[in-house]
């Protein structure tokens, strides 16, 4: 069944709509809301692993039983389309029959990649179940805290994880019946390469494949209005500010993505039909589960499964697999350009990559241009969102742009005063869309912030949008810091660092690092002893051992990075809201002043 059929024009009627795409104003001027000059999509009516399954079903490049979906980088074994279309049922089955899994029971997954993470995650969204992926970097307070939240009454981990997980679980109160892992072969193949490895004993945990039925299950069976509150994924974000929340994602939001972004690549000529993809950015973030474990089975591609990012092992998959596109982070964009291991690898097959997370600067876009003559692309999305919202167009655009609106999809950018602006006027950009979620779980003061009064979605970033209806992001209103592509609340951060016994205040904040191509988190410490961060010998002893501290404490993504800097005071409103704006600009004002980095080697611990 074609479910997109309103955007399968012929070559000349697209060719035809991108000219006139490129000179109409995509603004109503009567509301200043920004639309996409690309049809509106019909979302079907349709779970997420029926749309899925019905699409590779039609897709001609899963007509070969054999082909496989996802391959483990490491070892070549794989996960073919017909292991694919038999593992999803009969693990619905098992979850129904044996696990005694109930509809809108949530099962937490918390697992490095893994060539089963797609099937495992069907399984149990055909069994009418949700999904809750967990950073599997995170210490055992950060999978208390998502567990607890999430409402989770299964897991699945990987076995190598059983250390950190199970002090987790029994603090949470879920019993090792309810516990079950990724087959063990797939992971104790990495072992030596992943410390501490402590596995479940023996018998006491259950392999994910034990639970395979081959009878029938009973796959739900929604409503339209019912697949738009039945939930499919409860993926974690921090929001604009403060702890991580549990993003509601139904099974019409991550179906209507997924349309949206078939329907755009289609109307702009793009595909990666046949192709083989690098399978780099995790999969439990929401960037990586939508390109690297969906869209594969609707757009018809290959994954090449690393279970984490390694730079030699990633050009080593590149060369050794043929790579042809790799969806990527500026991290690993800045490598690509200056990371002279690249030279040892012959990459010729790689004929594109795509940048999410953050924004790509003009200059590193030519640089990876120059050194590997391919295509750049950037595409913008949250958590939120399911994920994305803008991508770039095929050709005839500005590189540095994060590209387009989606199908579907409409903008306002708001000024201070909640007033809407214009062409090229940098405002707050909120958006509206069927992708756009339907809350954070558990938080209706979250949800209410988080929403403008007519419905759109407060992103929290600062854009403008030109006339040919390109986005560039300028700015960041929201507190968080982006290491690397993952959130960091520094709120969450904060609560850390005062804990030390040292320490009587604290305000973090990312600081760029054009040499990483990303922020990191660093610490501005009042300490309880004043007298103390003069002193030249103790003072950079307090600054290391905050950042151990807080090292033990955190997952690796959230370390201070950036190190200690020790200041007088912490500004404050009348109410005691740290005044992040006014900090910074004091900063900013102070390294202006002293035309040198604010950081003194007296007063900081290094990264």
Same mark, same amino acid.
């Given at each position: 069944?074609?479910?997109?059929?309103?955007l399968? $024009?012929?070559?000349?009627h697209?060719?035809?709509?991108?000219?006139?795409?490129?000179?109409?104003p995509?603004?109503c001027m009567?509301?200043?809301?920004?639309?996409?000059?690309h049809?509106?999509?019909t979302?079907?009516s349709?779970?997420?692993?029926?749309y899925? #399954?019905?699409s590779?079903?039609g897709n001609?490049y %899963?007509q070969?039983?054999n082909r496989?979906?996802?391959?483990?980088a490491?070892? @070549?074994t794989?996960?073919?389309?017909?292991? $694919?279309?038999?593992?999803?049922?009969q693990?619905?089955a098992? %979850?129904?029959? /044996?696990?005694?899994l109930?509809?809108?029971?949530?099962?937490?997954v918390?697992?490095p990649?893994?060539?089963y993470y !797609?099937?495992?995650l069907?399984g149990?969204?055909a069994?009418?179940?949700t999904v809750?992926?967990?950073n599997?970097?995170y210490?055992?307070?950060?999978i208390?805290?998502?567990l607890?939240?999430s409402?989770a009454?299964y897991?699945? &981990?990987?076995p190598?994880m059983?250390?950190?997980v199970?002090?987790?679980?029994?603090?949470?109160?879920?019993?090792?019946d309810?516990v079950?892992?990724?087959?063990t072969s797939?992971? #104790?193949?990495?072992k030596?390469?992943?410390?501490?490895?402590?596995?479940?004993?023996? @018998?006491?945990?259950?392999? &994910?494949l034990?639970?395979?039925?081959?009878?029938?299950?009973d796959?739900?069976?929604?409503s339209s209005?019912?697949l738009?509150?039945? #939930?499919?994924?409860?993926?974690?974000?921090?929001?604009?500010?403060?702890r991580s929340? !549990?993003?509601?994602?139904?099974?019409?939001n991550?179906?209507?993505?997924l349309?949206?972004?078939?329907?755009?690549r289609q109307a702009e000529?793009?595909?990666?039909y046949?192709?083989?993809l690098v399978?780099v +950015?995790p999969?439990?973030?929401?960037?990586?589960l939508s390109l690297l474990?969906?869209s594969p089975?609707v757009?018809?591609?290959s994954?090449?499964?690393?279970?984490?990012?390694q730079?030699?092992k990633? +050009?080593a998959?590149?060369?050794?697999?043929?790579i042809?596109?790799? =969806?990527l982070v500026?991290p690993?964009?800045?490598?690509?350009?200056k990371?002279?291991?690249v030279?040892?690898?012959d990459l010729?097959?790689?004929?594109?990559?795509a940048?999410?997370?953050?924004?790509?600067s003009?200059t590193l876009?030519e640089?990876?241009?120059?050194?590997?003559?391919v295509t750049?692309s950037?595409? =913008?999305?949250?958590?939120e969102?399911s994920p &994305?919202? /803008?991508?770039?167009?095929?050709?005839?655009?500005?590189?540095?742009?994060?590209?387009?609106?989606?199908?579907?999809?409409?903008?306002?950018?708001l000024d *201070?005063?909640?007033?809407?602006l @214009?062409?090229?006027q940098?405002?707050?950009m909120?958006?509206k869309g069927?992708n756009?979620?339907?809350?954070?779980?558990?938080?209706?003061?979250?949800?209410?912030?988080?929403?403008?009064?007519?419905?759109?979605f407060?992103t929290?970033?600062?854009?403008?949008?030109?006339?040919?209806?390109?986005?560039?992001i300028?700015?960041?209103l929201?507190?968080?810091?982006?290491?690397?592509?993952?959130?960091?609340a520094?709120?969450?951060?904060?609560?850390v660092?005062?804990s030390h016994p040292q320490?009587?205040?604290?305000?973090?904040l990312?600081?760029y690092r054009?040499?990483q191509?990303?922020?990191?988190?660093k610490?501005?410490v009042?300490l309880?002893?004043p007298?103390?961060m003069t002193?030249?010998?103790q003072?950079?002893?307090?600054?290391?051992?905050?950042?151990d501290f807080v090292?033990?404490k955190?997952?690796?993504?959230?370390?201070?990075?950036?190190?200690v800097?020790f200041?007088? *005071?912490?500004?404050?409103s009348?109410?005691?809201?740290?005044?992040?704006?006014?900090?910074?600009?004091?900063?900013?004002?102070?390294?202006?002043?002293?035309a040198?980095?604010v *950081?003194?080697p007296k007063?900081?611990?290094?990264m």
């Amino acid at each position: 069944m074609n479910l997109v059929s309103p955007l399968l $024009f012929r070559r000349t009627h697209v060719e035809m709509r991108l000219t006139r795409f490129r000179t109409i104003p995509a603004l109503c001027m009567s509301t200043r809301v920004f639309r996409s000059q690309h049809p509106n999509v019909t979302v079907p009516s349709l779970d997420v692993v029926s749309y899925v #399954l019905q699409s590779a079903q039609g897709n001609k490049y %899963w007509q070969d039983p054999n082909r496989p979906v996802y391959i483990d980088a490491e070892t @070549g074994t794989s996960v073919t389309i017909r292991q $694919f279309q038999q593992l999803v049922p009969q693990l619905a089955a098992g %979850w129904q029959r /044996h696990a005694k899994l109930q509809p809108g029971d949530v099962v937490a997954v918390i697992s490095p990649n893994d060539i089963y993470y !797609g099937p495992v995650l069907f399984g149990v969204l055909a069994a009418g179940g949700t999904v809750s992926p967990i950073n599997p970097g995170y210490t055992v307070p950060e999978i208390v805290y998502q567990l607890r939240n999430s409402g989770a009454r299964y897991v699945v &981990i990987d076995p190598l994880m059983w250390s950190t997980v199970q002090p987790a679980l029994k603090e949470v109160g879920i019993d090792e019946d309810k516990v079950f892992t990724f087959p063990t072969s797939s992971s #104790l193949s990495q072992k030596s390469s992943i410390t501490p490895a402590v596995v479940p004993p023996s @018998g006491s945990i259950q392999d &994910i494949l034990s639970l395979k039925h081959s009878g029938p299950w009973d796959s739900p069976r929604w409503s339209s209005n019912q697949l738009q509150e039945a #939930l499919a994924y409860l993926c974690f974000s921090s929001g604009t500010s403060g702890r991580s929340k !549990g993003v509601m994602t139904s099974h019409s939001n991550m179906v209507a993505n997924l349309v949206q972004i078939n329907a755009f690549r289609q109307a702009e000529g793009i595909s990666h039909y046949g192709q083989r993809l690098v399978g780099v +950015l995790p999969f439990y973030h929401i960037y990586g589960l939508s390109l690297l474990v969906h869209s594969p089975l609707v757009q018809g591609y290959s994954v090449i499964v690393h279970r984490k990012f390694q730079m030699e092992k990633f +050009l080593a998959s590149i060369q050794k697999y043929r790579i042809n596109y790799a =969806y990527l982070v500026p991290p690993i964009m800045l490598r690509l350009a200056k990371d002279p291991l690249v030279d040892d690898y012959d990459l010729s097959s790689l004929r594109g990559v795509a940048s999410g997370a953050a924004p790509l600067s003009s200059t590193l876009i030519e640089e990876i241009k120059t050194r590997h003559q391919v295509t750049i692309s950037q595409a =913008y999305g949250l958590t939120e969102s399911s994920p &994305i919202v /803008h991508m770039s167009p095929r050709a005839d655009y500005s590189e540095d742009s994060v590209g387009t609106l989606m199908p579907s999809m409409e903008v306002k950018l708001l000024d *201070e005063k909640d007033q809407p602006l @214009g062409y090229n006027q940098p405002g707050e950009m909120c958006i509206k869309g069927p992708n756009v979620m339907k809350g954070y779980i558990n938080n209706p003061e979250a949800t209410q912030a988080a929403f403008t009064p007519d419905g759109f979605f407060r992103t929290g970033d600062v854009a403008y949008v030109n006339e040919r209806g390109e986005f560039f992001i300028a700015d960041r209103l929201k507190e968080l810091i982006k290491y690397k592509g993952f959130q960091v609340a520094p709120a969450e951060l904060e609560a850390v660092v005062v804990s030390h016994p040292q320490v009587a205040d604290v305000v973090v904040l990312g600081v760029y690092r054009p040499e990483q191509a990303t922020e990191v988190p660093k610490a501005y410490v009042v300490l309880r002893d004043p007298q103390l961060m003069t002193d030249p010998v103790q003072a950079p002893k307090i600054a290391a051992d905050i950042v151990d501290f807080v090292t033990q404490k955190v997952a690796n993504h959230k370390k201070l990075r950036g190190g200690v800097e020790f200041i007088q *005071e912490v500004p404050k409103s009348s109410s005691g809201k740290i005044l992040r704006k006014k900090f910074r600009a004091h900063l900013n004002h102070k390294q202006q002043a002293n035309a040198t980095p604010v *950081e003194s080697p007296k007063l900081v611990a290094a990264m």
